[in-house]
């Protein structure tokens, strides 16, 4: 489950990434998804980390104040009912600032170049991306399918056995369907043998 592998790399990276730390960055991306209107699920936990020259890496926490810009970000559910335009100025004015606290510039560099890159419509398979973004995903089943849930999957999928899926969480429920609950015997066996 996601909780367990962000308490093992937790563990593997001595605390470098952190639980409290996860949960902060989440608000920072759902706070930015809700300025600009995207819709997500909230089975996914993200966190961000850049490669280093060095062959290392720096975490999103020790490039950005988490704990000033979570201040910032608990008055953002009025701001953003009130004006989104004015919601998803000021997340990008406290992020910024968020970011010169640390003194992460080298992370402000690249989102900015990187945003560049987008706009301009630029082929992001030739660019040397840097940032590793770490995905603590729960797949959905029959057994926690939601249907409002599964419309802002944002994963889709095709395949040979499902076929063509707008929300990868609607493929793995029809593949669980189909390969699980094919009926035995006249009766149809739950997923789990039952």
């Known amino acids: 489950m996601p909780d367990e592998l962000i308490d093992m790399l937790e563990e593997q990276t001595n605390g470098r990434v952190n ?15 809700a300025a600009f209107s995207v819709r997500k699920c909230f089975y996914i936990h993200h966190y961000l980390a850049i490669r280093t020259k060095n062959g290392g890496y720096k975490t999103v926490a020790e490039m950005m104040d988490l704990d000033y810009l979570e201040r910032k970000l608990d008055k953002f559910g009025p701001l953003v009912k009130r004006s989104r335009r004015l919601a998803a100025a000021s997340l990008l004015f406290h992020t910024g600032w968020a970011v010169v606290r640390k003194g992460g510039f080298s992370l402000l560099a690249h989102g900015m170049r990187l945003a560049v890159l987008l706009a ?19 797949a959905c089943d029959p057994h926690i399918h939601d ?13 040979t056995d499902v076929g063509w899926h707008d929300a990868g969480a609607d493929a793995n429920v029809k593949r669980e369907r189909i390969h699980y609950l094919k009926p035995k015997n006249g009766r149809t066996q739950h997923a789990c043998g039952g």
Do not use: H, P, W
């Open 19 to 33: 639980r409290a730390d996860v949960r902060k960055f989440q608000k920072l991306y759902f706070a930015a998804l």
């Open 120 to 138: 301009l419509g630029f082929d992001l398979s030739k660019f040397q991306n840097k940032a590793i973004l770490l995905g603590f995903i729960t």
């Open 147 to 159: 249907n409002q849930m599964s419309a802002c999957c944002g994963k889709g999928e095709v395949s």
